[in-house]
């Protein structure tokens, strides 16, 4: 069994910031990308940023020069620095893993249970 764990999400005012962190555990062979997703009320679930098991990373514009994904892979933990938030940025928040529980086999897409990220003006 693998089970991803966030943290870190609350409340803050506009221009605030907050530090998401997700840590993954169970059996794991090898943890692959790790993201963060988010869905608004009423809109579709959202890439903001990934991050790959060489620290290569990709940032959904809105999140681009706000927010910084980074990983420790001794930790199996990725965490999500947002700074300079907007209103707009009020979503659930969900950590995204691709882990490898088997050696020789491909990894799997795993989800946490979401943290709520809310900003007011």
């Known amino acids: 069994q693998v089970q991803l764990v966030e943290s870190g999400g609350g409340l803050v005012q506009a221009g605030g910031s907050l530090r998401l962190s997700c840590a993954a555990s169970?059996?794991?062979?090898?943890?692959?990308?790790m993201g963060w997703y988010r869905q608004a009320p009423g809109k579709q679930r959202e890439l903001v940023a990934y991050?790959?098991?060489?620290?290569?990373?990709n940032y959904a514009d809105s999140a681009k020069g706000r927010f910084t994904i980074s990983r420790d892979n001794a930790k199996n933990t990725v965490h999500l620095q947002m700074n300079s938030l907007k209103p707009e940025d009020t979503a659930v928040y969900y950590c995204?893993?691709?882990?490898?529980?088997?050696?020789?086999?491909?990894?799997?897409?795993?989800w946490g249970q979401g943290t709520q990220v809310t900003v007011s003006s």
């Open positions: 991050i790959t098991r060489a620290f290569g990373t």
């Open positions: 169970g059996s794991i062979f090898s943890v692959n990308v």
């Open positions: 995204n893993a691709n882990i490898r529980t088997v050696i020789n086999r491909p990894g799997t897409d795993y």
